[in-house]
């Protein structure tokens, strides 16, 4: 069992910066792969960046330079450090972790088991 929270959302404008943190209940050391998810209203959930075990990392297209994900085993904490927001970052930001899947490159919501609640990030222009 793995339970994740989620915080440092809020609200920006374009151009803005934020850092999302997501604090795991278990030894983030232990977990194969954790990843941050998003999702608008009205459009299905999306992957914006994961990290295995190994530390590596895979981040979808549209946040590639713009977003970094990182985690420190120390605190069981995951982040999500996000510059040059844009309003089409608009979402409910998820974290998510699975203690067996290994990412594999892959930004797929169905790999996950664990999830968070959520935190609103909204972008203005």
């Known amino acids: 069992q793995v339970q994740l929270v989620e915080s440092g959302g809020g609200s920006v404008q374009s151009g803005g910066s934020l850092r999302l943190s997501c604090a795991a209940s278990?030894?983030?050391?232990?977990?194969?792969?954790m990843g941050w998810f998003r999702q608008a209203p009205g459009k299905e959930r999306e992957g914006v960046a994961t990290?295995?075990?190994?530390?590596?990392?895979t981040y979808a297209d549209s946040v590639k330079g713009r977003f970094t994900i990182s985690q420190d085993n120390a605190k069981n904490t995951l982040y999500l450090q996000m510059n040059s927001l844009k309003p089409e970052d608009t979402a409910m930001y998820y974290c998510?972790?699975?203690?067996?899947?290994?990412?594999?490159?892959?930004?797929?919501?169905?790999?996950?088991?664990?999830w968070g609640q959520g935190t609103q990030v909204t972008v203005s222009s």
């Open positions: 998510a972790a699975d203690p067996m899947w290994s990412c594999g490159g892959y930004l797929r919501p169905t790999d996950f088991g664990y």
């Open positions: 990290i295995g075990h190994d530390g590596s990392t």
């Open positions: 278990r030894y983030t050391y232990s977990i194969s792969c």
